[in-house]
Structures are given as C-alpha cells and as structure tokens.
C-alpha cells in the first residue's frame, strides 16, 4: 500500500509559479510511475505529467508542454510538479498518483492522493 500526500498549491497570479509536492510512504518508490492529474468544477480528471524512474522517460500533457516541470527525488520518496507562467485554466485541484506497472501511458493508476486546489486569479 502506498499513501500520497500532495502540497503546495494556492492562490496565485498569472504568469505566476507554483511547486506541488508529493510526499510517499512504502518502499521501492523509484520503482513507481509518478503522475499528476487535475480536475477543474465541472470537468472530468485529465492527466497533467508522468515520470519513469525506471525508464528515465517524462510525459506532458500538450496544455502543459513547456510550463510545467516533473521531478522526483527518490531519496526523499517525493516528487514534484513545477508549474510556470501560470493561467486561469490551469485552476484545478491537482493530484498526485502512483502505479507499479511500469507504464508511463497509463492513465488508471493504482495509488491517488487526495488533491490540494490551485487557483490562478487574472
């Protein structure tokens, strides 16, 4: 069993930055596919970003290619979404999840976070 806990959203302006971060419990964490996620009021999850350890691989969801950043540090069993130049759209509650399958083109992964709200004001 793996358990995520997702930090560092909030209210920012556009244009702006955020670092979300999160935090994983269980061993072999470098073994996992990392992703993000995030929903919108009204709208369906849609996939942000993945990351392979395994694979040294990174996958962008095409409204994020260029702004948005994954990262893991293994050592700290965390990893972290970056997101840059930041834009009304882009408000959503995001979550962090975990599969050990191996496949960075999944989108059903085994382990979620329970989400924490970015908004972007205009």
């Known amino acids: 069993q793996v358990q995520l806990v997702e930090s560092g959203g909030g209210l920012v302006q556009v244009g702006g930055s955020l670092r979300l971060s999160c935090a994983a419990s269980g061993r072999m964490f470098s073994s996992y596919v990392m992703g993000w996620f995030r929903q919108a009021p009204g709208k369906e999850r849609e996939f942000v970003a993945a990351?392979?350890?395994?694979?040294?691989?990174?996958r962008y969801a095409d409204s994020v290619k260029g702004r948005f950043t994954i990262s893991r540090d293994n050592a700290k069993n965390t990893v972290y979404l970056q997101m840059n130049s930041l834009k009304p759209e882009d408000t959503a509650v995001y979550y962090c999840?975990?599969?050990?399958?191996?496949?960075?083109?999944?989108?059903?992964?085994?382990?979620w976070g329970q989400g924490t709200q970015v908004t972007v004001s205009s």
């Open positions: 990351d392979s350890w395994s694979t040294l691989s990174t």
């Open positions: 999840a975990a599969d050990s399958r191996g496949n960075i083109w999944r989108t059903r992964y085994e382990y």
